[in-house]
Structures are given as structure tokens and as C-alpha cells.
């Protein structure tokens, strides 16, 4: 599918965007373009991938719709990763989150119709699942401006489609990078709530089933990940062990608890009980179809089976034990070295 093409990363310097781009070298594409805000982020990443002659890096915002325009002539892919993410951030500024997440979103779906793009892939959040924060607001709102381009783009071959998923360990201002840094300082490790469970999964795993969703997309469906459930306190556990047996001086460490920021949840939800009466799943995703269609039989992946009526949330899902929350860690490289 992406031998050949020309194919546009938005946020594509992010943990996300650059991970996409890494495993979309290894496909052979024509041209990968990798958009972005971040100077110095561009810098670094044209540093690692200094040896690969078909990369090229554009400055650039999504919300200036006349770039992002121009940024996607003869473009064959998009694969949208840039978004305001930090839910206290998008509290206090929340027309900023705004101007990324729905205004920059509907400049991304322009442009892909304008130029008659094949296919765009939007990176969404469980936070859009009955959201009470402006963050997950603002991203279901781009995930409905994205199912509904599906249904208004006229003669434009262009496919829209969406992949929801949970924390991705490792990324940026994610909690892990943080505990680590508070044990190996010595400092209380913080944690809003002891209660807490979250739907958590590696970059590279998040990464390929994003393409995976790719390949199968028809048409204004929602690909849901099915992701592993932690205790972030159990986490936070798992990471001081880890810290304590491999260094000589112990952390002095403790773990606090300094109650929920503004719209943060106790547990996170990534499909409701009304979407998975629209749903379909194999053993690594769901795809919900819009509730826009009144028949969607033509679009339903193979190897996919009717799913279950049942909201897809981590408060009802087995959490990992210790043991296998260690696990994940040490595949993923998130130890202490």
C-alpha cells in the first residue's frame, strides 16, 4: 500500500508522527514529508535520518490552512498525528486546543479533498470517549469533522478514517519519563490518584496498527486498538523495584498522591456501549462505522466479526500484574539501563 507513494506525516517530528515514519521506511515510499512546528525537532530527526535520500522536512502549522495546502500537492497518504494533547494545557488555553484540533483538522481534510488525496488517517484519543475535558472535547469533534468529510467530499476519491487509541508509553510528557526522572532525583513520585487505570501500549505497537488501520480503511470508520490496562500506581511500583534493584544507593522515593487535575478521569474509556452496536473486531482492533451510514455491510474488514454490546473501558478490563506490567517495560526499553 505505501510502496511508492507520496505520503504526508502531520505532527510527524511528535512520538507518534516519527514513529510512523520510521516503520514507513521500511515500505518503500516515494516520498515521506514530515510536517511540523518544531525546528529543533526537525533537526534532531534529520540527524537520525540523515542516511534516507527520500525524507523531506516542512516547517509548518496546520492551522495555517494555506500551508498545509501547499504542504499536500500530490500527496497520495496523509497520516494526521499533529494535536494539542496535555489535557491541564488544553484546560487553561482552550481555544488554542480549539485552533489545532478542529479548525487545523478541518484545514487538513480541505487540503486532502483540494488535492485529491487517497487516503487520510487522523490519530484520535480515548479521551473523545464522553469527555470532560476540553481536550477530549476538541477531539471528538475532529474525529466527527473527519467521518463527516467521508459523507460531503463530493466526487473526491479521497477515504477518511480515524484510530483511537490510549497512553503510549514512552512518549512525550507521558508519566513514565516522569517517574523515572523523580526516582533517579530522589523525589517524591506523584500520581493524581491511586485508583487510576489506563489503557497503555508501546510506540512502535500504537505505530503499526495505525498503518494496519490504514490498509483496511474504507470510509469514515473509527479503528479502535485494544490495548492493555495498568494501575498507574502499580506502574509507578514496578519502576522504583526495578530502580532499587539495579543501583547500589536505594531511591528515596515515595509515592504521593496530589489529587485530579482538572478533566482528568479516574479510568478512561475507548468505545461506548451506543458505538459498539456499530462495531465489528478481530482479536487486535474494532472498527466502529459512522453513524452517519445506513448500510455498511460492503465496508467490513476480513477476518472481522460482529462485536459484542459492551463499552470498551478500563475500568471493566483485567488490569497487569506487576509481573507483566515489568515485562512490557523491559520490551519496550522503559527500564533503568
Do not use: W
Amino acid at each position: 500500500m505505501f510502496k511508492d507513494k507520496t505520503i504526508l506525516v502531520t505532527g510527524g517530528t511528535g512520538s507518534i508522527g516519527s514513529e510512523i515514519v520510521r516503520q514507513l521506511l521500511n515500505h518503500n515510499p516515494k516520498v515521506i514529508r514530515i510536517f511540523s512546528r518544531d525546528e529543533s525537532k526537525h533537526f534532531e530527526f534529520q540527524q537520525e535520518l540523515s542516511e534516507y535520500k527520500n525524507v523531506r522536512f516542512l516547517v509548518g502549522d496546520i492551522r495555517d490552512k494555506e500551508r498545509i495546502n501547499y504542504a499536500t500537492k500530490d500527496v497520495d497518504i496523509i497520516f494526521h498525528a499533529a494535536a494539542l494533547k496535555h489535557v491541564p494545557s488544553s484546560e487553561y488555553n482552550p481555544f488554542e486546543a480549539v485552533k489545532t484540533n478542529v479548525i487545523g483538522v478541518q484545514n487538513v481534510i480541505e487540503a486532502a479533498i483540494n488535492n485529491n488525496v487517497e487516503k487520510v488517517v487522523a490519530i484520535s484519543t480515548d479521551k473523545v470517549v464522553n469527555p470532560t475535558n476540553t481536550m477530549g472535547a476538541t477531539k471528538l469533534l475532529s474525529e466527527r469533522l473527519i467521518s463527516a468529510a467521508e459523507h460531503y467530499k463530493g466526487n473526491a476519491k479521497t477515504v477518511f478514517s480515524c484510530v483511537r487509541f490510549g497512553n503510549v508509553m514512552g512518549s512525550r510528557g507521558s508519566v513514565i519519563p516522569l517517574f523515572k526522572r523523580q526516582i533517579e532525583e530522589g523525589r517524591d513520585v506523584t500520581l493524581t490518584d491511586k485508583r487510576m487505570t489506563r489503557f497503555m501500549m508501546s510506540i512502535p505497537q500504537a505505530s503499526k496498527l495505525v498503518l494496519k488501520a490504514a490498509e483496511l480503511s474504507s470510509g469514515g470508520e473509527i479503528y479502535v486498538l485494544k490495548m492493555p490496562v495498568l494501575y498507574i500506581t502499580e506502574l509507578a511500583e514496578t519502576l522504583l523495584e526495578d530502580f532499587n534493584n539495579k543501583r547500589k544507593s536505594k531511591s528515596s522515593s515515595s509515592i504521593v498522591e496530589t489529587g485530579i487535575r482538572p478533566g482528568e478521569k479516574i479510568y478512561e474509556e475507548l468505545m461506548t456501549i451506543e458505538e459498539s452496536e456499530r462495531a465489528y473486531d478481530n482479536d487486535k482492533m474494532y472498527a466502529i462505522f459512522s453513524h452517519l451510514s445506513d448500510n455498511t455491510q460492503h465496508s467490513i474488514p476480513k477476518g472481522f466479526k460482529k462485536a459484542e454490546r459492551n463499552a470498551y473501558s478500563s475500568k471493566d478490563e483485567k488490569p497487569l500484574t506487576k509481573q507483566e506490567i515489568f515485562k512490557l517495560l523491559e520490551n519496550s526499553g522503559l527500564l533503568f539501563n
